[in-house]
């Protein structure tokens, strides 16, 4: 789970420890533009950078952890 990217692999860290929810959750807004506070601070470019390490992160889970949104 290192990207080489400080700030990226922080912001792993943070999302994978609340929990497969909360990373499909993150997923989730990220793919639809949301404003999520946790990522702000990032370029476009370490959220694409992001948003794949937490999608394979979720291959592990093949599906049966999801977030449904509200």
């Given at each position: 789970?290192?990207?080489?990217?400080?700030?990226?692999?922080?912001?792993?860290?943070?999302?994978?420890?609340?929990?497969?929810?909360?990373?499909?959750?993150?997923?989730?807004?990220?793919?639809?533009?949301?404003?999520?506070?946790?990522?702000?601070?990032?370029?476009?470019?370490?959220?694409?950078?992001?948003?794949?390490?937490l999608k394979d992160i979720m291959?592990?889970?093949?599906?049966?952890?999801?977030?449904?949104e509200r």
């Amino acid at each position: 789970m290192l990207t080489n990217d400080e700030q990226i692999d922080s912001c792993l860290e943070n999302i994978c420890n609340q929990g497969c929810q909360v990373v499909n959750q993150i997923i989730y807004q990220i793919e639809h533009e949301q404003i999520i506070d946790i990522i702000e601070h990032l370029t476009i470019k370490q959220k694409i950078v992001l948003l794949q390490e937490l999608k394979d992160i979720m291959i592990v889970y093949s599906g049966s952890c999801t977030y449904h949104e509200r």
